[in-house]
């Protein structure tokens, strides 16, 4: 996970009845250990009041050039000694006025002093959003090296549906985190496959596995974090679609195959993070089984090996395998790793109900492709993402 602790970071909030959403967004940051200044425009502080962010912040909300003490010139050295300024939300006035230059307050001022990244989420009426003059705005922030957040799909304040929410703060802090990382894995382009496949008994019965599809998600989301172009194709699972990242979903083994050959010729690195279903029925009833007195029988057949066959095509790919193991763990797993021709593989016990399948952390071990071992300990399955991508990078330099 990225470790904000320390990082300065400006929360510019503008007039929006979104403005009320700052606060959580403003919780987040403080959670990670963030150094937070808000600065609210006079309409911002109509909503709600410079005294809430103060509570949560635990500094003072600068909301007036002039009327507090030592802000006349806070609004050049905040904007450069900060490593972020976010404005959330970002009305359509504000991104008017920073579009064309204009600084008449402490906060538009303080964009044009600037120079440290800038994050916009803008948030208002669909109509408002999808102005001709709005885009134009957004377009000419976005030419000048700004980044804007597109906001969100759903019920506005009006009540309408439409594009202009403003996005959800774990969105926000997850385009924070990609921009406050180092983009150590630019160029490279990578695939992910997560989650865990169904195969159909029937139109209701399936045969599937415990796998969630957490590990996965947390690869894919730190590739991107740290500049890589991530494509995931995922299996069933309820969690949200990483940020910035494009999302295959797929139900069965053959599908998974499928979206996984279509997709992985031009990738530098491949990480099989699935847990793909290694048997299917044989038959799969087009209605629904009744049920029945005594055993049944469900014949099974296997399911294509991916692994295997992405092994015996993978030309210059950095190729990287899970295992899932009960019993021999480490012996298992480089048995393997050695007969599906991979780079890396990643072993976790799948015995242990607080770690690994459904888990938030995990503890694993690293076997590479010239036999050598390196432990995990019990961390959050985000650390472990970055743990195996500081190996894969090494693999791929030496």
Same mark, same amino acid.
């Given at each position: 996970?990225?470790?904000?602790?320390g990082?300065?970071?400006?929360?510019?909030i503008?007039?929006s009845i979104a403005?009320?959403k700052?606060?959580?967004?403003?919780?987040?940051?403080k959670?990670?250990?963030?150094?937070?200044?808000?600065v609210?425009?006079?309409n911002a502080?109509r909503?709600?009041?410079?005294?809430t962010?103060?509570?949560?912040s635990?500094?003072?909300?600068i909301?007036?050039m002039?009327?507090?003490d030592?802000?006349?010139?806070?609004?050049?050295?905040?904007g450069?000694?900060s490593?972020?300024?976010?404005i959330?939300p970002?009305?359509?006035?504000?991104?008017?006025? *920073?579009? /064309?230059? &204009?600084?008449?307050?402490f !906060?538009?001022t =303080?964009?044009l002093?600037? $120079? +440290?990244?800038?994050? #916009?989420?803008?948030?208002?009426?669909k109509e408002?959003y999808?102005?001709?003059i709005?885009?134009?705005?957004?377009?000419?922030?976005?030419?000048?090296?700004?980044i804007?957040?597109?906001p969100?799909?759903?019920m506005?304040?009006?009540?309408?549906?439409g594009?202009g929410?403003?996005?959800d703060?774990s969105?926000?802090?997850?385009? *924070?985190? /990609?921009? &406050?990382?180092d983009?150590? !894995?630019?160029? =490279?382009?990578?695939?992910? $496959? +997560?989650?865990?496949? #169904?195969?159909?008994i029937?139109?209701?019965?399936?045969?599937?596995?415990?796998?969630?599809?957490?590990m996965g998600?947390a690869?894919a989301?730190?590739?991107?974090?740290?500049?890589?172009?991530?494509?995931?194709?995922?299996?069933?699972?309820?969690l949200d679609?990483?940020?910035?990242i494009?999302?295959?979903?797929?139900?069965?083994a053959?599908?998974m195959?499928?979206?996984?050959?279509?997709?992985?010729?031009d990738?530098d690195?491949?990480?099989k993070a699935?847990?793909?279903?290694?048997?299917r029925?044989l038959?799969?009833?087009?209605g629904k089984?009744?049920?029945?007195?005594g055993p049944?029988?469900v014949?099974m057949?296997?399911?294509?090996?991916?692994?295997?066959?992405l092994?015996?095509?993978k030309?210059?790919?950095?190729?990287?395998?899970?295992?899932?193991?009960?019993?021999?763990?480490?012996?298992?797993?480089?048995d393997?790793?050695?007969?599906?021709?991979?780079?890396?593989?990643?072993?976790?016990?799948?015995?242990?109900?607080?770690?690994?399948?459904?888990?938030?952390?995990?503890e694993?071990?690293?076997i590479?492709r010239k036999?050598?071992?390196?432990?995990?300990p019990?961390?959050?399955?985000?650390?472990v993402?970055d743990?195996i991508l500081?190996?894969?990078?090494g693999?791929?330099?030496?």
């Amino acid at each position: 996970m990225v470790n904000l602790t320390g990082k300065k970071i400006v929360l510019g909030i503008t007039g929006s009845i979104a403005a009320y959403k700052s606060v959580e967004l403003l919780r987040h940051l403080k959670k990670a250990d963030a150094a937070v200044k808000v600065v609210m425009t006079a309409n911002a502080a109509r909503f709600v009041t410079p005294l809430t962010f103060e509570a949560l912040s635990g500094t003072r909300v600068i909301c007036d050039m002039f009327s507090q003490d030592g802000t006349s010139i806070d609004h050049v050295s905040l904007g450069q000694e900060s490593d972020l300024i976010i404005i959330a939300p970002a009305t359509a006035n504000f991104l008017a006025k *920073i579009a /064309h230059g &204009l600084g008449d307050d402490f !906060l538009s001022t =303080l964009i044009l002093a600037a $120079t +440290a990244k800038i994050l #916009i989420c803008p948030a208002m009426h669909k109509e408002m959003y999808s102005n001709q003059i709005v885009q134009a705005n957004i377009l000419s922030l976005k030419e000048r090296d700004f980044i804007v957040m597109d906001p969100e799909q759903g019920m506005l304040a009006s009540g309408a549906i439409g594009l202009g929410r403003f996005p959800d703060p774990s969105a926000i802090m997850e385009g *924070i985190r /990609h921009l &406050l990382t180092d983009h150590d !894995l630019e160029g =490279l382009k990578v695939l992910v $496959t +997560a989650g865990p496949t #169904i195969e159909h008994i029937d139109p209701v019965r399936i045969v599937t596995n415990r796998s969630t599809g957490k590990m996965g998600y947390a690869l894919a989301r730190a590739a991107w974090r740290r500049g890589a172009e991530v494509t995931l194709v995922t299996g069933p699972s309820h969690l949200d679609p990483p940020q910035g990242i494009q999302m295959i979903k797929v139900k069965t083994a053959e599908e998974m195959r499928e979206a996984v050959f279509n997709n992985y010729r031009d990738r530098d690195v491949v990480i099989k993070a699935a847990a793909v279903s290694d048997y299917r029925p044989l038959r799969s009833a087009q209605g629904k089984e009744k049920r029945k007195k005594g055993p049944i029988k469900v014949e099974m057949v296997p399911t294509p090996d991916i692994l295997a066959e992405l092994g015996k095509n993978k030309g210059d790919i950095s190729l990287v395998g899970f295992a899932a193991e009960t019993t021999d763990h480490i012996a298992n797993a480089t048995d393997k790793m050695r007969s599906k021709n991979l780079d890396l593989i990643v072993v976790n016990d799948a015995s242990r109900e607080d770690r690994g399948f459904a888990a938030d952390s995990n503890e694993v071990w690293m076997i590479d492709r010239k036999g050598k071992e390196e432990a995990v300990p019990l961390m959050s399955k985000e650390d472990v993402a970055d743990r195996i991508l500081d190996k894969i990078k090494g693999l791929r330099t030496e």
